[in-house]
């Protein structure tokens, strides 16, 4: 019995909410790594467009409910999802008009497009605070639980209880059915393999008349689209707050190099190695412990091994490692 | 790359976790010319081209042409402009001087992809493939620009390499040097071109190799296919030549058939080593 119960601590204090979390990194990270292995640079402003976006569905989600718009059980952010994604997409192709456009015609050196990237990033990141503001904000409604902790007690007779969110369980099915997609399409279709020719030699895709205008924009357009999901699920997740999702951008840019930048496999591999490992280091095993060990062995303190004030160092001590050891990443990637 | 634009320069970053290397070198498409209508002369007619990278000229009123099915050579000490000479015709190069003409049609001020719709195929010489993608997505991606139904092309291109078939669904990058050269070649032939410029396809690979590939793109010739081809295996790739062109320094030195270059004792003597 206390095996189980450990078994059921761990899952609800670990393995659900870092699969959540894993889940919404390796959305982020494959939209780093497609810019990356088809534009060339890292964009910095990732994460911005990440909160812009979910600034977006918020202030639809809003207009949808004042209107007593409503989707069951499910949050009505997910009625709000499809029009915030084509409002960040318009807004993506803008800038990319407006700014990348010109240094992608000089054929600029890719470190100028970092900095762009920064640029673009400062205003993105001022426009969602103008726009919806700093204050941590909750969207979500519809049923809070799949699985109720105390239900789960009373349904067992365990003494640890279970919880599912709703919220958790979206993000989880969302993921996988958006990366089957983007990868049916990255293998199946003719525009998805003149992106990955593209990334592959870009000369070639040239010579082979594909159209490099074209696939900068859909690039720009799967990559916000990954963006909004992201940044919207883990919105409903936790709260909406802008500056977190400029924090996200360490973890979502160490997934991605962990798993070798511009290879998309490896961008949702190196979110779930980042969100084990952080929710990992910074979770009180004491708890668990406490089953498993016999008494004499059992911990006195929290047996944490991080605050969780920590845990963007989890990440950025996982990157330096990777980029030390194996700087292409686990999977083979594209950089060196 | 030339560092003139000063949004080229780097500043020494070497930090691929946020750049990544290889970009392209050729422009993107829609700033070119049209091509005028010029009909008479050779199938290939590149006359007169004066041109380089940067300030100085690398080629000296360089002349190559090639007539319908037949098989030009181009060959020369190193440094001699030789793949110059290729891409110039290729549009890949700023000439100063002198036109390209294919098929009836001044093509001068065309971009080397409006070439391509145009029936130029063009392999490089290195990063002729695409490395991650199965072979037989390389000869799709060959195969862009055509709206039809290009599975008979890609027959042929298995008729003609059946290693190419059984390899189908490896990438291309974990491929032997002469099949990858296969793949090339494949991939240049998915356009249905009229005419093949291959820059030194024999680079790298085994003699037996070699002579497999000159075998093959005698193949090509004969299906009426126009061939130029840069070749440091110089005496094999006369042999095979209807046209050979010897370049030293950027301009023509000997222009002859294949046979009569070799047989040549001047040409024997300075460039084919006896």
């Known amino acids: ?336 | 790359m030339n560092t003139s634009n000063p949004y080229q320069d780097d500043r020494g970053n070497n930090d691929r976790s946020i750049t990544r290397e290889g970009g392209g070198d050729l422009p993107y498409p829609g700033k070119g010319g049209a091509a005028v209508p010029a009909p008479g002369g050779p199938f290939l007619a590149a006359e007169n081209m004066t041109g380089g990278y940067g300030a100085a000229d690398i080629l000296h009123d360089c002349t190559l042409t090639v007539e319908k099915g037949q098989i030009a050579v181009i060959v020369g000490p190193n440094g001699a402009g030789k793949s110059t000479a290729m891409k110039a015709v290729f549009g890949m190069l700023n000439l100063r001087g002198g036109h390209v003409k294919l098929d009836g049609e001044d093509i001068t001020a065309l971009t080397p992809q409006d070439r391509v719709a145009k029936g130029m195929g063009f392999v490089p010489q290195t990063n002729n493939v695409f490395p991650s993608m199965s072979v037989e997505e390389n000869l799709e991606m060959g195969a862009f620009i055509r709206k039809d139904d290009f599975r008979s092309t890609m027959e042929q291109v298995f008729d003609l390499f059946p290693i190419l078939k059984d390899k189908r669904r490896q990438p291309a990058g974990e491929l032997s040097g002469g099949q990858r050269q296969q793949v090339a070649v494949g991939r240049a032939l998915m356009t249905q071109p009229k005419l093949l410029m291959l820059d030194e396809p024999t680079a790298g690979v085994s003699p037996i190799v070699m002579d497999e590939l000159f075998d093959r793109i005698i193949e090509v010739a004969r299906t009426g296919i126009s061939i130029l081809m840069v070749e440091q295996n110089a005496r094999q790739a006369l042999e095979i030549a209807d046209r050979g062109y010897v370049l030293v320094q950027g301009a023509n030195r000997y222009t002859d058939t294949g046979a009569a270059l070799l047989a040549d004792p001047e040409v024997r003597r300075t460039f084919l080593g006896g």
């Open chain 1, 1 to 336: 019995m206390d095996f189980l119960n450990a078994i059921v601590a761990l899952l609800n204090f670990v393995v659900i909410p870092a699969t959540a979390y894993g889940a919404q990194l390796a959305l982020g990270a494959l939209g780093v790594t497609l810019i990356y292995g088809i534009l060339r640079f890292s964009n910095f402003a990732h994460g911005d467009t990440m909160a812009l976006g979910t600034g977006f569905v918020i202030l639809f989600t809003w207009w949808f409910q004042s209107m007593g718009l409503h989707f069951g059980p499910l949050p009505t952010a997910l009625i709000a999802l499809p029009f915030g994604i084509v409002v960040t997409i318009l807004f993506v192709l803008g800038t990319d008009r407006a700014v990348y456009r010109f240094y992608r015609q000089q054929k600029a050196a890719p470190v100028i497009l970092v900095i762009v990237s920064m640029g673009v990033m400062f205003i993105m990141n001022g426009l969602t605070r103008f726009v919806i503001g700093v204050e941590e904000i909750r969207f979500d409604d519809g049923a809070r639980f799949v699985i109720n902790a105390g239900a789960f007690k009373a349904a067992t007779g365990l003494a640890e209880g279970l919880a599912f969110k709703s919220t958790q369980a979206l993000t989880i099915l969302t993921a996988v059915v958006v990366v089957a997609a983007l990868f049916l399409f990255l293998n199946r279709t003719r525009t998805g393999k003149s992106m990955r020719a593209f990334s592959d030699n870009e000369d070639l895709a040239l010579l082979s008349g594909i159209n490099p205008e074209k696939v900068v924009a859909v690039t720009w357009m799967i990559s916000a689209g990954l963006a909004v999901i992201a940044g919207t699920l883990y919105g409903l997740d936790k709260s909406f707050k802008a500056f977190n999702y400029f924090q996200l951008l360490l973890p979502i840019f160490a997934s991605a190099i962990v798993g070798g930048l511009g290879n998309p496999l490896g961008a949702i591999a190196g979110g779930f190695l980042i969100a084990f490992s952080e929710v990992g280091f910074t979770y009180a095993w004491k708890k668990v412990a406490t089953y498993v060990l016999p008494e004499s062995l059992a911990p006195e303190g929290l047996a944490q091994l991080l605050s969780t004030d920590y845990k963007f160092a989890v990440s950025f001590a996982i990157l330096i490692v990777v980029l030390l050891f194996k700087p292409t990443g686990l999977f083979r990637g594209k950089s060196v």
